[in-house]
């Protein structure tokens, strides 16, 4: 089993910054891709951000500019930077990350329990 534990969401004003962590666990042999979703009331989830563990990046429409994802593989980590945050960001975040818990096994994925992002006007 792998365990994605989520950290640093909360309430912040317009134009403010948040900067979210999650870090992976458990039976863990290479974690692909890592990222970051979002799910706002009454709508479906979506991609915010993701990343590759060679470094190569996809961002959403609504996140360039102002969010940066980054990741460090030792930890098994990703990070997700939030910058100019407007009330239309306001969703509970999930970690996402593609593993193999065993060389050569298939890749499994796995999600985070999420992290509430509030930004006020």
């Known amino acids: 089993q792998v365990q994605l534990v989520e950290s640093g969401g909360g309430l912040v004003q317009t134009g403010g910054s948040l900067r979210l962590s999650c870090a992976a666990s458990g039976s863990i042999f290479v974690i692909n891709g890592m990222g970051w979703y979002r799910q706002a009331p009454g709508k479906q989830r979506e991609l915010v951000a993701v990343i590759t563990r060679g470094g190569i990046i996809n961002y959403a429409d609504s996140a360039k500019g102002r969010f940066t994802i980054s990741r460090d593989n030792a930890k098994n980590t990703v990070y997700l930077q939030m910058n100019s945050l407007k009330p239309e960001d306001t969703a509970v975040y999930y970690c996402?990350?593609?593993?193999?818990?065993?060389?050569?096994?298939?890749?499994?994925?796995?999600w985070g329990q999420g992290t509430q992002v509030t930004v006020s006007s």
């Open positions: 996402n990350a593609e593993v193999a818990p065993t060389y050569n096994s298939r890749w499994y994925d796995y």
